[in-house]
Nanobody
């Protein structure tokens, strides 16, 4: 069973940066597709960005392009979500998710098999 753990959330002022991390127990991400999602209070999770562990290709939600970056370390043991120029509307609970197959539509939460518990990001104005 793959277990994902996110970390790095917190409180930051608008315009600031945070880097979220996602690690898996006893697994590396070389064969995974890993996505980042966020959930606003009272709403469904929305796609933020994703990376294909096989070729490091990435895809992003339009509203975060140029501000957020998904990457892995050289060992592919950790997937990061670097968030720059944060805005109050980025405040949400952020999750990482993983799939063992290449995803044709990584934006769809239903395609992922494993989820972390989430880490809160709060951006103050």
């Amino acid at each position: 069973q793959v277990q994902l753990v996110e970390s790095g959330g917190g409180l930051v002022q608008a315009g600031g940066s945070l880097r979220l991390s996602c690690v898996a127990n006893d697994y590396t991400f070389g064969a995974f597709a890993v996505g980042w999602f966020r959930q606003f209070a009272g709403q469904e999770r929305e796609f933020v960005g994703a990376i294909n562990g096989r070729d490091d290709s990435t895809v992003y939600k339009d509203s975060v392009k140029g501000r957020f970056t998904v990457s892995t370390d050289n060992a592919k043991s950790t997937v990061y979500l670097q968030m720059d120029n944060l805005k109050p509307e980025d405040t949400a609970l952020y999750y990482c998710a993983a799939s063992l197959v290449v995803l044709s539509t990584p934006q769809l939460a239903l395609q992922y098999d494993y989820w972390g518990q989430g880490t809160q990001v709060t951006v103050s104005s």
